[in-house]
């Protein structure tokens, strides 16, 4: 079922339309008041007055408000007769029942979920939705409460996306959870649009706004973390250290300063590399002999 347009026409010149006639039946129903001597003009015309005020009370029940943003669900004796999103003051059909539906912006914020993401450790993860009713028709009448066919929704599109994601890439460039990169919000929102979509729903925007291991793994997780941070920055240090000896060495030998040989530059890389890659200072030992 799509939205369509319901009838509906101005309210405001309607209701001096509606006024006038009311000062009309008045003015009938004072007139065959006020000849009541005469039966049969002037006492038709007093009950015409009177039978046009209840048709007339019954005729300002077709005027609403339509603020702005929202819709107005109008349904004739249970069939959906259309939707008017037109703000300010309409006049309808008095037998039209009428539903409130905010088309404005709304946020929600799932709770924290308990998962185990695409390596197997558990973890917790929360998102903020940004979304909007688009279709009336189809937020009424498709599901029974839309507000908690999204909550749901959002809440299994979150734990699939979980899952199909590790929490951290450590350094191999693949998506993850800890990163939100564009393709993980993408898959986050595409999973939830696809879920709302016979809802009448559209999902502006998805992303974690939550995101931590489970408690009982959570101390061993962070030393892992740790270790993967020492280990990457003593990779770096080691590929510098390496670079600065090759330095030291081809300069020597391109210089003439000195020449080594096998044994030598062995003995030297050792002491190099030591110096540049240990977590202390070094203390020197002056040589004043000789070389060899």
Same mark, same amino acid.
């Given at each position: ?177 800890? %990163? #939100?990169? /564009?393709? *993980?919000?993408?898959? +986050?929102?595409?999973?939830? !649009? ?45 590929? %510098? #250290?390496? /670079?600065? *000896?090759?330095?030291? +060495?081809?300069?020597?030998? !391109? ?38």
């Amino acid at each position: 079922m799509n939205e369509r347009t319901a009838f509906s026409l101005p309210g405001i010149p309607l209701l001096f339309v509606l006024l006038g006639a009311f000062v009309g039946a008045g003015f009938l129903f004072i007139g065959g008041f006020d000849h009541v001597g005469r039966h049969d003009e002037i006492t038709a015309s007093g009950i015409a007055g009177l039978i046009c005020f209840p048709i007339l009370v019954f005729l300002t029940k077709g005027f609403f408000q339509v603020q702005p943003n929202q819709g107005k669900v109008m349904q004739l004796f249970g069939n959906y007769a259309g939707t008017v999103r037109e703000a300010g003051l309409r006049w309808t059909n008095p037998f039209l029942s009428k539903r409130n539906i905010s088309l404005r912006v709304r946020n929600f914020n799932s709770a924290n979920l308990k998962v185990n993401d695409n390596d197997g450790n558990p973890i917790e993860i929360a998102a903020v939705v940004v979304w909007q009713v688009v279709d009336t028709a189809e937020a009424v009448f498709q599901v029974d409460d839309y507000e908690n066919f999204l909550h749901i929704q959002a809440e299994a599109a979150l734990r699939q996306t979980a899952t199909s994601y590790p929490y951290d890439s450590h350094d191999t460039g693949a998506p993850s959870l800890r %990163g #939100a990169g /564009s393709e *993980v919000i993408q898959h +986050l929102r595409d999973q939830i !649009q696809e879920r709302l979509s016979k809802a009448g729903l559209d999902v502006i925007e998805a992303r974690i706004s939550h995101l931590a291991f489970a408690p009982e793994i959570a101390q061993a997780m962070l030393q892992r973390q740790q270790a993967s941070a020492i280990i990457a920055a003593r990779t770096r240090i080691v590929e %510098g #250290a390496v /670079s600065m *000896v090759e330095m030291a +060495l081809e300069q020597l030998s !391109q210089r003439g300063v000195v020449h080594l040989d096998e044994e030598r530059k062995a003995a030297m890389v050792s002491n190099l590399l030591v110096v540049l890659c240990g977590e202390r200072s070094t203390q020197p030992v002056v040589n004043a002999g000789s070389l060899y």
